[in-house]
């Protein structure tokens, strides 16, 4: 499992989340990695984080996780699962942009 070693400069204003603390990312960690390993496909991804209160979103090119109210949680990267190593094992993601091009959804 890859950690990331430089830490995420977070700019809430354009929706990153801030580092998380050591206790909620090995929490998240320990009840998503999981979803995220075994996950055969993006819509098969969605799914599974679905089911457990969370939803993709793509922001200044970091793949980044939302609770229920669209709250920004972690990055990927910050619980071990980076959109690099996603892309290369479920494909590039075929992703709808918002007119800046700053954020996007998977398009279904």
């Known amino acids: 499992m890859a ?10 204003s354009k929706g990153l989340p801030l580092p998380l603390d050591s206790e909620t990312a090995m929490l998240l960690r320990t009840v998503l990695l999981p979803h995220f390993e075994r996950a055969t496909s993006w819509g098969d991804l969605c799914h599974r984080l679905a089911t457990k209160g969370y939803a993709i979103t793509f922001r200044r090119g970091h793949l980044v ?13 910050m619980i071990g ?3 690099s190593r996603l892309a290369d094992r479920l494909g590039r993601p075929k992703l709808r ?4 091009g700053a954020t996007a959804t998977l398009r279904n």
């Open 97 to 100: 942009t918002d007119c800046s």
């Open 3 to 12: 950690v990331q070693s430089v830490p995420l400069e977070a700019d809430q």
């Open 65 to 77: 996780l939302e609770d229920e109210s669209g709250r920004p949680v972690c990055t990927g990267s």
């Open 81 to 83: 699962s980076p959109l």
